[in-house]
C-alpha cells in the first residue's frame, strides 16, 4: 500500500470525518459566522449612515458660520467707514472752528496793533512838537510860548509828511 493506493478502511473513515467536519461547519459554526457578518454589516451601515448625517450636518454649520462671518465683515465694514466718515467731519468742524477763531485773533491782535499804533503816533507827535518847539526856541535865541500855534503849524507839517506818504504808496 502506498500513497496511490490507500486503504479501503481508511478512506471511508477520512470521508466519513471530513463529512462529520463538514456538516459541523455548515450546519453549527457558517450560519453563526454568517449571521455575525450580517450583524457587522448592520451595524456598519448604520455607522456610515450616520457619519454621513454628521458630515451633513457640519457642512450646514459651516455654512451658517460662513454666512455670520460674511455678515460681520460687512458689518465691520460698514461701521469702520460711517466712523471714517464721522471722523472726518469732526475733523472738518473742528478745523473749521480753529479757523474761525483764528481769524477773531487776527482780527482782535489787528485792531490793538492798529489801536496801539495811533496811541505811538500821538505820543510821538508830541514828543516832536515839544522838541521842535525847544528847537525853534534856540534857534530864534528866546523861548516860544504860544502852543496853541505850534500845535497848528506841526499839525500842518504832519499832514503835508502822511499825504506825501501816501502818494508814495
Known amino acids: 500500500m502506498g500513497p496511490l493506493e490507500p486503504d479501503l478502511i481508511e478512506l471511508i473513515l477520512g470521508l466519513l470525518c471530513f463529512l462529520l467536519v463538514f456538516v459541523i461547519l455548515a450546519k453549527i459554526l457558517l450560519p453563526r459566522i454568517g449571521k455575525t457578518l ?4 448592520v451595524l456598519t451601515e448604520g455607522r456610515l449612515e450616520l457619519a454621513e448625517e454628521v458630515r451633513l450636518e ?3 454649520v459651516r455654512a451658517e458660520y460662513q454666512a455670520e462671518l ?3 465683515r460687512h458689518k465691520a ?7 471714517r466718515e464721522e471722523g ?3 475733523l472738518a468742524g473742528v478745523r473749521a472752528e480753529a479757523q474761525k ?3 477773531e485773533l487776527v482780527a482782535a ?3 490793538q496793533l492798529e489801536a496801539e499804533r ?5 505820543e510821538l507827535r508830541e514828543g516832536v512838537l515839544a522838541l521842535a518847539t525847544e528847537l525853534a526856541g534856540r534857534i530864534v535865541g528866546e523861548p516860544l510860548t504860544d502852543v496853541e500855534r505850534n500845535r497848528v503849524i506841526a499839525d500842518a507839517f504832519f499832514a503835508d509828511v502822511d499825504a506825501g506818504a501816501d502818494t508814495a504808496k
Do not use: T
Open 77 to 83: 465694514l460698514g461701521i469702520r467707514q460711517s466712523a
Open 58 to 60: 457640519a457642512e450646514r
Open 88 to 90: 472726518a467731519a469732526l
Open 38 to 41: 450580517a450583524e457587522r454589516e
Open 70 to 72: 460674511s455678515a460681520a
Open 109 to 111: 491782535s489787528a485792531a
Open 101 to 103: 477763531v483764528r481769524e
Open 118 to 122: 495811533v496811541i505811538a503816533e500821538a
